[in-house]
């Protein structure tokens, strides 16, 4: 059976922080940065390495900010 590895790439520039992606990770994958953005908000950002490139994230995004990798090892 075939590892599948993930990442995902946020445009923390759109992002608006509304933490919708991070109850949807399945590992616990994203949080909200302490630093915040061009336009005030504190974004989404990656934690660990943990992802499995599921997409939760970014099916939930209602911005679309989230890019979803997925490659099989």
Partial sequence: M????GDIV?????????EVCIPACPHDVI???KN???????????????CT???NCAIVCP??????YRVKI
């Fill in 10 to 18: 946020i445009d923390i520039e759109r992002c608006k922080g509304c």
């Fill in 63 to 68: 911005d679309g900010v989230i890019t979803v």
């Fill in 2 to 5: 075939a590892k599948v590895i």
């Fill in 36 to 50: 915040v953005n061009g336009k005030g908000y504190h974004y989404a950002e990656t934690i660990n390495d943990k």
């Fill in 31 to 33: 949080a909200l940065a």
């Fill in 53 to 55: 490139g599921c997409a």
